[in-house]
């Protein structure tokens, strides 16, 4: 799954949760479902900030090095 899926399906629990037309049990499924979709998302925000911050040094980087000559 996409994060674009990922976060359509947690709205989706999140809908379903809401409604409380399910029972107990389904409900626990549902958010540990959406527990476990929040974690993957973390992570791949993580990942992306991370990249985000190497680009930009690079950038700086060779900006720094273009101002020199």
Do not use: P
């Not at 976060?7 to 499924?29: G, M, P, R």
């Amino acid at each position: 799954m996409n994060i674009d899926e990922k976060l359509k399906k947690l709205q989706e629990i999140a809908d379903k949760l809401d409604k409380n037309e399910v029972t107990f049990e389904e409900s626990l499924k549902l958010f540990e479902e959406g527990s476990k979709i929040v974690k993957e998302l973390y992570s791949e925000l993580n990942n992306a900030k991370g990249k985000v911050t190497i680009l930009k040094q690079e950038l700086d980087k060779f900006k720094e090095e273009g101002m020199d000559e």
